[in-house]
């Protein structure tokens, strides 16, 4: 049992993120807890205070906007403790996902008519098209990560971006490297994401007029209206657009698989009555997702929250996991269920965040997973897991549940 205060890189949180989280849920709806090891911080655990935090402007992204005396700014730490080289840290600190309004808006302006619920369909026929083909080479024994849950969504995004496809392997390394929480690993990943992006930049710059994508549209964006895209912005647009394109979306295939495979009964619904896949991606998303928390808070003035007085400048951390297993808000929330239905309004669910920095690529997240799923499991209705459940290796990762490898017998 833990008894030392919450901290997302405890081994605990990492190796029982369902148990422990919910035990710090049914502690309390705001409980205190440390950041990294030494910074207090304030971990919300229960659904709607999780709701409230992420659409309350009180609460913000970067503690530079906090009246008075500087918070603890948390990307700092992370900068320090792995090491990050100080001359790249502004592209890893200074993303869209870090911003407040008004720079968050206008950068999400900017490429949201990409993620369009319209947009995103008309791509469903090329996402099926790339999932078809990853398949069909697949025989006996195979890692479904490695095969098909990571090239899948980084083909898509990279073709949306604009990335050459020579160019896709190294940054499927990079973004593996980046996420290893290995400082020996993660400063040349950093290095290399930065590099690359700004050499794709220059390249769309010297040849500016062949390409309709999103590369190119932000280039012009950048060149032809002042003001409204700086370099740094330009360089760490291409990145958090590549990364967060591909790799939450590649471990909630992986995640949906064993889901399903462990739940032989929900399978079978979804072979008998095939409309309910999108219901049964949401659940999915709700019940084994991959992001457990989101990045932290800050709350820019005194707030009342589930009882407890939080601080301005104090950090606050929203646990989406233990929120999405809440049962004052579900029943029978850990059964997994692919005909649940959301109550009232939205999804149900927090998988993908909520309010102003709910995932811009949200839609096409769930077209994905709900394409590579149900052709996985049309294409091979033999499919089974090559290993004991409790044998799978789950990577040790804060705030993330995702699979080294999931090897299955075609």
């Not at 499919?383 to 490898?405: F, H, I, N, T």
């Amino acid at each position: 049992m833990t008894t030392s205060p919450p901290d997302i890189m405890s081994p605990e949180l990492m190796t029982y993120p369902y148990r422990e989280y919910g035990r710090l849920r049914e502690q309390g709806a705001v409980v205190r807890g440390v950041f990294m090891g030494d910074t207090p911080a304030w971990f919300v655990t229960r659904f709607e205070e999780v709701r409230a935090v992420l659409g309350d402007p009180r609460f913000i992204n970067d503690p530079a906007s906090v009246p008075g005396a500087p918070a603890t700014d948390v990307r700092r730490l992370y900068i320090e403790r792995y090491g990050l080289p100080e001359d790249y840290a502004r592209y890893m600190a200074d993303s869209i996902l870090a911003m407040d309004p008004p720079d968050h808006a206008r950068l999400r302006k900017l490429v949201s008519r990409a993620f369009t619920v319209r947009r995103v369909t008309e791509l469903r026929p090329r996402v099926e098209a790339i999932a078809d083909q990853l398949l069909g080479g697949m025989t006996g024994r195979v890692d479904l990560v490695e095969r098909f849950a990571y090239p899948l969504p980084i083909t898509v995004i990279c073709e949306l971006v604009g990335l050459p496809e020579a160019s896709r392997p190294a940054w499927r390394h990079w973004g593996r490297e980046l996420t290893s929480m290995d400082p020996k690993l993660m400063p040349a990943a950093v290095r290399g994401m930065v590099d690359g992006a700004q050499a794709l930049v220059d390249a769309r710059r010297a040849d500016p007029t062949t390409h309709d994508d999103l590369l190119g549209g932000l280039v012009r964006v950048h060149d032809e209206h002042d003001g409204r895209l700086s370099d740094t912005e330009l360089v760490t647009f291409v990145m958090t657009l590549v990364l967060a394109g591909h790799e939450t979306t590649a471990h909630l295939i992986g995640n949906g698989t064993v889901a399903l495979l462990t739940h032989p009964d929900q399978l079978a619904l979804l072979r008998e009555r095939p409309e309910l896949w999108p219901t049964a991606v949401h659940e999915l998303m709700r019940w084994c997702g991959p992001v457990l928390v989101t990045k932290p808070r800050y709350a820019a003035a005194d707030v009342e929250l589930g009882g407890v007085r939080i601080r301005a400048g104090e950090i606050v951390q929203p646990v989406l996991v233990s929120a999405n297993f809440d049962p004052r808000r579900y029943p029978d929330p850990d059964r997994l269920d692919v005909t649940r239905q959301p109550e009232g309004r939205g999804e149900g669910h927090v998988g993908f965040g909520h309010g102003a920095h709910y995932c811009l690529g949200a839609a096409l997240a769930r077209q994905e997973a709900e394409v590579a799923l149900r052709a996985l499991f049309e294409r091979f209705p033999d499919l089974r897991l090559d290993v004991d459940p409790g044998e799978l290796r789950w990577e040790q990762m804060p705030g993330s549940r995702r699979l080294a490898e999931l090897p299955v017998r075609l």
